[in-house]
Nanobody, 125 residues
Framework: VQLVESGGGMVQPGGSLRLSCAASGFTFSSYDMSWVRQAPGKGPEWVSA????????YYADSVKGRFTISRDNAKNTLYLQMNSLKPEDSALYYCARRSPRYSGSYYRTDRYDYWGQGTQVTVSS
């Protein structure tokens, strides 16, 4: 199993970024996926989740209305479109595969069995 994030960078407040996560080594279309972020000195914070077919999406209150999660199962890729970025969005962003042992409670970061290496997002003027 391999998850490789890309698309991070430095952006000014109010700007946008699109993160990608390329998945390999498993049947991507069979797994719910999430984005989780971690700022320095803080624990992991669940950001958004998407079900296997992409028809159901979920967001943390802190990003609702600004971020959009999506997936392309033909390309084995997960995306996170981030708009209206704020300094408090600065963090290392990970994509994570949801363990098939669990259902619901996407916000539980201990229920993901594989994680990527992360891509850094910095929002600063």
């Amino acid at each position: 199993v391999q998850l490789v994030e890309s698309g991070g960078g430095m952006v000014q407040p109010g700007g946008s970024l699109r993160l990608s996560c390329a998945a390999s080594g498993f049947t991507f279309s069979s797994y719910d996926m999430s984005w989780v972020r971690q700022a320095p000195g803080k624990g992991p914070e669940w950001v958004s989740a998407i079900n296997t077919g992409g028809g159901s999406t979920y967001y943390a209150d802190s990003v609702k209305g600004r971020f959009t999660i999506s997936r392309d199962n033909a390309k084995n890729t997960l995306y996170l479109q981030m708009n209206s970025l704020k300094p408090e969005d600065s963090a290392l962003y990970y994509c994570a595969r949801r363990s098939p042992r669990y259902s619901g409670s996407y916000y539980r970061t201990d229920r993901y069995d594989y994680w990527g290496q992360g891509t850094q997002v910095t929002v600063s003027s």
